[in-house]
């Protein structure tokens, strides 16, 4: 009986740590899902902000370039490069907004088409 006992304390001393050990991985396993979560939302933040700044430099080089030229000669397309322009360097809806009212009124808008268009017409390059 006394070496019953005996083992049955050593068995006992042995499950107790045991279950020691299984609530200490148990705990590390918890540590390592949260941060696991919190690294696969990084990557995924990263990897958007990554797609979304890489933009074809050809392609933002020539709606530049086409903007300037429109703006140059006063030609109303470079208004509808605003929305293109604001897309392509992912502009916050604030700096949107901003860039998008435009400070010059509508008919003096048309007038400078008119005016650019003339101009370029007596440069003989239009």
Request: net charge positive; aromatic share 4%; hydrophobic share 35%.
């Amino acid at each position: 009986q006394a070496g019953r006992d005996v083992e049955m304390k050593i068995q006992q001393r042995q499950v107790n740590q045991l279950t020691q050990t299984l609530s200490e991985i148990q705990r590390l396993l918890g540590m390592s899902y949260s941060q696991e979560k919190v690294l696969k939302d990084r990557i995924r933040e990263l990897e958007s902000s990554q797609g979304r700044s890489h933009v074809a430099g050809d392609y933002l080089k020539h709606v530049v370039l086409k903007y300037i030229e429109y703006c140059q000669t006063g030609d109303l397309k470079s208004q509808s490069l605003v929305p293109v322009l604001c897309t392509l360097l992912n502009l916050s809806p604030a700096e949107r907004r901003a860039v998008e009212s435009s400070s010059i009124p509508q008919p003096m808008l048309y007038l400078n088409q008119a005016l650019g268009g003339a101009g370029s017409w007596l440069r003989g390059t239009g």
